[in-house]
């Protein structure tokens, strides 16, 4: 496929006018201008022929077996030929489809020697495939009268994964804290769950571990010296309807659960807790037992990629109510979900009630960023106004909202994404450090 280049489209721009002014001044030196004409069709037949052929150009592909939502990664394109001619010039437009941005079209010098290489960032805001079906090519005749052009196919897919590369990044800052925690855990004396043996009662024990029945018979109070349990048990619940697959800065606020929620298994089977996995929107989606160890990691990881994004609202009811009849033992529930409004957060409210009475919940969701920019904005028009009210009634109704939750025990966690996984860190730990379970 052959198309003329700019350099063609502005000689043809050139001879029009010398054809107006000739028409119009000097008609006897038409031949001139039609001779013009002749010489700039036979040099873009000439350059069409000695543009190379489309067939002689070859592309690899190098990029990453795997891509992570919010971050860039490189995706290469090399191109080379074994034609006796090389173009001068090459533009390359990638088709790339899936949740991702679009890719710009590149264009550089072409060196025979040494081909051409092209450096795309590939930037996915959610979980699922990106797919490189085709490729456009465009490059210059010798003349640069000319451009050929040719559509590459490629098979090219990789699937877009929930970002551990934050959690191998900072493994080593994680292990630590793990270490650090479970050390620390195990010099804890009387605040953990497990029976171990009676002692006498000294200051700083707490009267609900007072053994009363042991205590009246030895005429002293005692007190049981509790162990703390290492083994707890974690659930990570997430509501995939469609409010979760609402972004901030560009990822859904689900993508944002997903990743705080895996550096918390991290972590979790760093210390030896048992971590399951829980999905849900308009019915229950997925339920992973919970399980312990660190080689328990890689299968909830590779679990969250089938959470999908429903575009329903969410069950309450049913989602919640199932989860509670799936878990016997008592377990820290980390909720991650959404609400509107006060109407909409009412059922919500119900079923994490049902929750509490056998286990500690936690209420996490990414922070919306609109509400805190208005809040303290000085409004100078009507739409201005309209925004500081709409922004001030949303940050009211999730604050009457969030102090229910906390009145029937449940930790609220609200944090914009940069400091969201630090935050749900800090909160489990300080669950386990108070040995609430």
């Known amino acids: 496929m052959f198309r003329p280049a700019p350099r063609a489209l502005w000689l043809g721009v050139w001879l029009t006018l010398a054809s107006l002014i000739v028409a119009a ?8 201008i039609a001779a ?15 543009a190379i052929p489309g067939a002689s150009l070859w592309m690899d592909i190098d990029a990453p077996p795997a891509l992570y939502i919010g971050e860039d990664d490189p995706l290469v394109l090399t191109f080379s030929t074994e034609a006796a001619r090389a173009p001068t010039f090459l533009r390359a ?9 679009d890719l710009p079209t590149l264009s550089d010098t072409f060196r025979p020697e040494t081909g051409l290489t092209l450096e795309y960032r ?15 090519l465009g490059w210059l005749g010798p003349l640069q009268l000319i451009e050929r052009r040719r559509v590459i196919k490629t098979h090219w897919r990789v699937a877009v994964i929930p970002n551990v590369r934050a959690v191998q990044r900072d493994a080593v800052q994680l292990r630590t804290l793990a270490q650090d925690f479970g050390a620390k855990v195990q010099r804890i004396v009387g605040s953990g769950s497990e029976f171990q043996a009676l002692m006498e009662f000294q200051p700083g024990h707490e009267s609900r571990h007072i053994d009363w ?22 659930i990570l619940a997430h509501d995939s ?12 606020k689900l993508d944002h659960a997903i990743n705080a929620a895996l550096k918390l298994a991290w972590v979790g089977f760093s210390t030896g807790d048992n971590i399951g996995l829980y999905a849900f929107a308009d019915r229950p989606q997925m339920f992973i037992a919970p399980r312990g160890g660190k080689q328990a990691f890689a299968p909830l990881r590779l679990a969250t990629q089938d959470i999908g994004y429903v575009s329903r609202e969410t069950n309450f009811t049913l989602g919640l109510s199932a989860l509670n009849q799936r878990i016997g033992r008592r377990s820290l529930i980390v909720l991650f979900t959404d609400f509107t409004d006060t109407i909409t957060a009412e059922l919500l409210m119900e079923n994490v009630a049902a929750l509490t009475r056998k286990h500690i919940v936690v209420f996490a969701v990414p922070k919306e960023p609109f509400a ?26 999730r604050r009457v909202v969030f102090d229910r939750l906390r ?3 449940v930790e609220v966690l609200e944090v914009p994404p940069q400091g969201f996984s630090t935050a749900l860190l800090n909160t489990y730990l300080s669950v386990k450090e108070r040995s609430l379970l």
């Open 25 to 32: 001044v000097v008609q006897p030196l038409w031949w001139v």
């Open 36 to 50: 013009g004409w002749l010489v700039l069709l036979l040099a873009m037949v000439l350059d069409a022929a000695r």
């Open 93 to 101: 437009a990638p088709d790339v489809r899936g949740p991702v941005e």
């Open 122 to 136: 590939v930037r996915p805001t959610a979980r699922g495939q990106v797919s490189l079906p085709v490729v456009h």
């Open 213 to 234: 029945k042991h205590s009246a018979r030895h005429r002293k109070l005692l007190v049981k010296d509790m162990q703390v349990e290492r083994n707890h048990q974690i």
């Open 241 to 252: 309807g469609y409010l979760m697959r609402e972004p901030i800065e560009g990822v859904p």
């Open 372 to 397: 805190d920019t208005y809040l303290d904005w000085k409004p100078e028009g009507l739409n201005d106004a309209t925004r500081v009210v709409v922004a001030e009634t949303y940050a009211n109704e």
């Open 407 to 409: 009145r029937l025990g």
